[in-house]
């Protein structure tokens, strides 16, 4: 919980196997991974991998937002902040999931969008949540899609002083 990422690196490639968990509930992980949005292909480029063997995955990126190349907790959970930023797929254009846990937890502050809306790259965020999915920006819009074609809501919300909009499909 102090000020500073625990980790900054331009790419990042986070695993944990047997149960183990990246970052705790009670200590979340505190990245900057500086990688900006790019386009299919583009060399070099992977943003973030998080992959467990079933325990959960707790990450706060603190600088710019999260750029999502592939996250799966498969059991175990997945909870997801950007400070300032959005949270953002990696791979625009691609039919594959992005993000795969029980619960997954998104939440962005200041401008942070879910899914990208940039001019030429309006692309959702592919989720495969199997239990329940939490996401909150501060009046931003957010734009989810869910690969399963199923996912139960728990609190969805685009709040802040002027209200974004929730598009999920």
């Known amino acids: 919980g102090d000020a ?55 990450l706060n990126d603190l600088e710019g937002g999260i750029a999502v190349n592939i996250i799966t907790a498969a059991a175990g959970d997945v909870t997801l902040t950007a400070t300032g930023g959005s949270i953002i797929s990696l791979a625009n254009l691609d039919a594959n999931t992005d993000i795969t846990g029980a619960t997954i937890n998104l939440t962005t502050t200041g401008a942070g969008t879910i899914g990208s809306f940039a001019a030429g790259a309006q692309q959702p965020l592919r989720i495969n949540a199997t239990t329940l999915l939490n ?35």
């Open 4 to 58: 500073a990422a625990d980790i900054v690196a331009a790419n990042m490639n986070l695993t944990a196997t047997v149960a183990g968990t990246v970052g705790t509930l009670a200590q979340t992980l505190e990245i900057d991974v500086t990688t900006p949005a790019a386009p299919v292909g583009a060399v070099g480029v992977t943003g973030l991998t998080v992959t467990t063997a079933g325990g959960s995955i707790f």
């Open 135 to 169: 996401a909150t920006t501060s009046g931003q819009t957010m734009w989810i899609r869910d690969v399963t074609g199923g996912v139960a809501l728990g609190a969805v919300t685009t709040g802040g002083t002027v209200a974004g909009n929730v598009i999920l499909s």
